[in-house]
Nanobody, 114 residues
Framework: QVHLVESGGGLVQPGGSLRLSCAAS????????MGWYRQAPGKQRELVAR???????NYANSVKGRFTISRDNAKNTVYLQMNSLKPEDTAVYYC????????WGQGTQVTVSS
């Protein structure tokens, strides 16, 4: 069982930045593919960014050049640095871990508004 806890969400003005963190339990964190997903009201959950065990990354087209995913295996933590935030980035952001099973965090709210 893997327990994921997100933090770092909040209210930010357009053009601002936030950094989300996701702390994972367990001793096999370095082997997991870690991802950030988001779900806006009335919309389906969508992939934002993923990072593999060998640090390969991929991003949704809508966030390329603005968001950066990274991981610190020594801290069992994955990060999402979000810059140049737009109102359309407003959503609940979820951390995801893929191993033999898929695990989800409880989500953290990000609101981009003036």
């Amino acid at each position: 069982q893997v327990h994921l806890v997100e933090s770092g969400g909040g209210l930010v003005q357009p053009g601002g930045s936030l950094r989300l963190s996701c702390a994972a339990s367990g001793s096999a964190f370095s082997l997991y593919v870690m991802g950030w997903y988001r779900q806006a009201p009335g919309k389906q959950r969508e992939l934002v960014a993923r990072i593999t065990s060998v640090f390969s990354t991929n991003y949704a087209n809508s966030v390329k050049g603005r968001f950066t995913i990274s991981r610190d295996n020594a801290k069992n933590t994955v990060y999402l640095q979000m810059n140049s935030l737009k109102p359309e980035d407003t959503a609940v952001y979820y951390c995801n871990a893929d191993s033999i099973r898929t695990y989800w965090g409880q989500g953290t709210q990000v609101t981009v508004s003036s």
